[in-house]
């Protein structure tokens, strides 16, 4: 169902890029075009089902006729991957929004660091094709587990900036050939950095990072899952909605957007884990308890926005700008 925040796409072609990663690549109907993107862009794409994902674009933006996207199935995929895998077919019409861009390059940087992990090589690619294509000063790390499991592997060894990447594989003992270390401590005046992986890979990075001196201003980072945290400590409280003064608890068991729904105040989510940003809400009063990925440490102490999906309150009650 097109919105004006949507529109229907062709699938034009579904690869297997990768042991468990399928790449899907979308063009307009006919008659329609493509709204341009930047690199570290992504879409949210609908599912069977109802459901709505992200996924970053790993195409060039200098390519204004097709997007292509790429995506690992998870074994504990709540529906999402297992959906693009198994129901998406070539020739079929699906449901996507206009890019949106949270993880963008820094313009003016002098020389951009792009380290990958896994499936996070998707907006990575996308800002390794927009540099060569600028003829902008980068390196290129990319790390797997497993040659099989790496997705577009060979297109970047295949690459005319092939010179400017590496890519890393895990030894036998698990233990990657890319000294992270010793990478980060050559950081450059006006470098910057950009990360994007699993979880731990990229605390890996920024934790190293920080320890070796790097900005906040020159670390650029996107997750792509993160686990809804629920704690043993965790407290019923109360969320108020401004607009009609209604007041609902939030039991331990439950999330902000839970607990709203049930008097009947919709909130739009997506991704639900605190990541994709879409169900950010302004505080009006109140000190939230901040559990998402989404807001940089200082928007986080700002306490004046949260993600409801993932996010608590510190406070017995929070007066939501709803």
Known sequence: MKTETTFEVRIAHKQEQAAGI??????????????????????????P???VRQYSLSNDPAELDRYVIAVLREPASRGGSA????????????????????????????????????IGITPILAMARKLAHDGAEFALHYCGRSRERMAFAQTIET???????????DDVNGKSSLGLSELLQQREQGQHL???????FMDAVLDTAR????????????????????????ESFEVEVASSGQVVRVTPAQTVVQALESIGVCVQTSCEQGVCGTCLTRVISGEPDHRDMYLTEDEQAAND?????CSRARSGRLVLDL
């Not at 400017?164 to 594989?169: D, E, G, N, P, S």
């Not at 950009?194 to 731990?200: D, E, I, L, Q």
């Not at 926005?305 to 999906?309: E, K, R, S, V």
Request: charged share 20%.
């Open 22 to 47: 399928c790449s899907l690549e979308l063009r307009a109907l006919e008659g329609a075009s493509l709204a341009p993107f930047s690199a570290g862009s992504h879409i949210d794409v609908h599912l």
């Open 49 to 51: 089902g109802g459901l």
């Open 83 to 118: 959906a693009v895998h198994e129901q998406l077919q070539a020739g079929q019409q699906i449901t996507i929004s206009h890019p949106r861009n949270h993880f963008e390059l820094h313009a003016p940087a002098r020389k951009h660091l792009l380290l990958a992990g896994g």
């Open 159 to 169: 690459a005319q900036w092939a010179d400017k990447a590496q890519i890393h594989v």
């Open 194 to 200: 950009y990360v994007c992986g699993p979880k731990g």
């Open 211 to 234: 320890a070796a001196g790097w900005p906040a201003e020159q670390l650029h980072y996107e997750f792509f899952a993160a686990e809804v945290e629920h704690r043993d400590d965790d």
């Open 305 to 309: 926005q949260f993600l409801p999906c």
